[in-house]
């Protein structure tokens, strides 16, 4: 679960590093906390530095500080359980930043997701996840 004003790691190549999040949309009855596969709104954090002689380049780094982005949670520390029994956790909350239309800002993503977001509707970003847990 992450709540409001929680910090998340972003593993996609969009250029950001740390988004907070800011809303979690559509769950009133959760008090604004946020799981797997839930979309919500954040704050860049933290960015790549953008280079000189790629401000020209149309392959340029796509956010900067305080741009304000949508994304989907793709891993919490926060357990939570699944059908089988098994409890699950990961070591950091993580994000993937979206576009206007909820497609990946990035091409890549560089780590773990969980299994949770092929039933959540997210079977675009599991397909690009080097490793689903």
């Avoid at 954090?45 to 949670?73: F, Q």
């Avoid at 409890?87 to 773990?112: C, H, Q, W």
């Amino acid at each position: 679960m992450i709540s409001l004003k929680g910090t998340l790691n972003v593993i996609d190549n969009s250029g950001a590093l740390l988004v907070e999040c800011v809303n979690v949309l559509k769950h009133k009855v959760n008090h604004g906390y946020g799981g797997v596969g839930d979309e919500i709104v954040c704050v860049v954090k933290r960015a790549r530095p953008i280079p000189a002689s790629a401000l020209a380049s149309t392959t340029a780094v796509k956010v900067k500080k305080g741009d304000v982005r949508r994304a989907v949670i793709v891993r919490t520390k926060k357990s939570f359980p699944r059908p089988d029994g098994r409890i699950v956790s990961f070591d950091d909350n993580a994000a993937v930043l979206l576009n206007n239309k909820k497609e990946m800002l990035g091409t890549r993503i560089n780590g773990p997701v969980s299994a949770e977001l092929r039933t959540r509707g997210w079977g675009k970003i599991v397909s690009l996840a080097p490793k689903v847990l």
